[in-house]
Nanobody, 121 residues
Framework: QVQLVESGGGLVQPGGSLRLSCAAS????????MGWYRQAPGKQRELVAI???????NYADSVKGRFTISRDNAKNTVYLQMNSLKPEDTAVYYC???????????????WGQGTQVTVSS
């Protein structure tokens, strides 16, 4: 089995910062894409930032220059540093990864349980 476990959400004032972490655990053989999505109330889930399988990064236009995605391959962990947070960044943030399990020939798309980020004064 494989799990994605997120941490680091919370309540922060506008202009503040938070750092999210997502660790893949279990029978992880290899990881392709890995990154973050978010879903605000009444809205569709949207891409925030992601590492492609080639190691490049993609960001939503709304977070460019404020958010930074990074990873620690040895720990199968991806991070999202969020600076200059705005009320419109309020959402549940989900980790997503394309993971191939040990002993399984095909990769599978995994999601974390989500972590709430609230930006409010």
């Amino acid at each position: 089995q494989v799990q994605l476990v997120e941490s680091g959400g919370g309540l922060v004032q506008p202009g503040g910062s938070l750092r999210l972490s997502c660790a893949a655990s279990g029978r992880v053989f290899s990881i392709g894409t890995m990154g973050w999505y978010r879903q605000a109330p009444g809205k569709q889930r949207e891409l925030v930032a992601i590492f492609t399988r080639y190691g490049s990064t993609n960001y939503a236009d709304s977070v460019k220059g404020r958010f930074t995605i990074s990873r620690d391959n040895a720990k199968n962990t991806v991070y999202l540093q969020m600076n200059s947070l705005k009320p419109e960044d309020t959402a549940v943030y989900y980790c997503n990864a394309d993971i191939r399990q040990t002993g399984v020939s095909s990769p599978y798309d995994y999601w974390g349980q989500g972590t709430q980020v609230t930006v409010s004064s």
